[in-house]
């Protein structure tokens, strides 16, 4: 089992940057496909970029390819997620996932994911 605590997030103004952290307890996030995803009020969970045991990424390209960009730091056993030029539409609760399965297709659906953090709440502003 794995522990997933994300930080990082506050109040920023529209245009501006923030970086999301995932720290994982338990076991090493190498043993996992990592994800980021959002939930914003009154709307459904929205996938928004994973990176998978091998490094390999996905992004989900409607929303955020080009702004975002997810890595990982295997010694500190952390994965972040790097946000710029950020919209007002931003606005969510941001959740780190950690997947056990190997050799999906994709991992950019929530079922594909067995451990969540709690979120973390990024709140951009015009």
């Known amino acids: 089992q794995v522990q997933l605590v994300e930080s990082g997030g506050g109040l920023v103004q529209a245009g501006g940057s923030l970086r999301l952290s995932c720290a994982a307890s338990?076991?090493?996030?190498?043993?996992?496909?990592m994800g980021w995803f959002r939930q914003a009020p009154g709307k459904e969970r929205e996938f928004i970029a994973y990176?998978?045991?091998?490094?390999?990424?996905?992004y989900n390209a409607d929303s955020v390819k080009g702004r975002f960009t997810i890595s990982r730091d295997n010694a500190k056993n952390t994965v972040y997620l790097e946000m710029n030029s950020l919209k007002l539409e931003d606005t969510a609760v941001y959740y780190c996932a950690a997947g056990i399965r190997y050799g999906l297709s994709t991992y950019s659906t929530a079922p594909s994911y067995d451990y969540w953090g709690q979120g973390t709440q990024v709140t951009v502003s015009s």
């Open positions: 990176m998978r045991r091998n490094g390999g990424t996905g």
């Open positions: 338990g076991r090493t996030i190498n043993n996992f496909a």
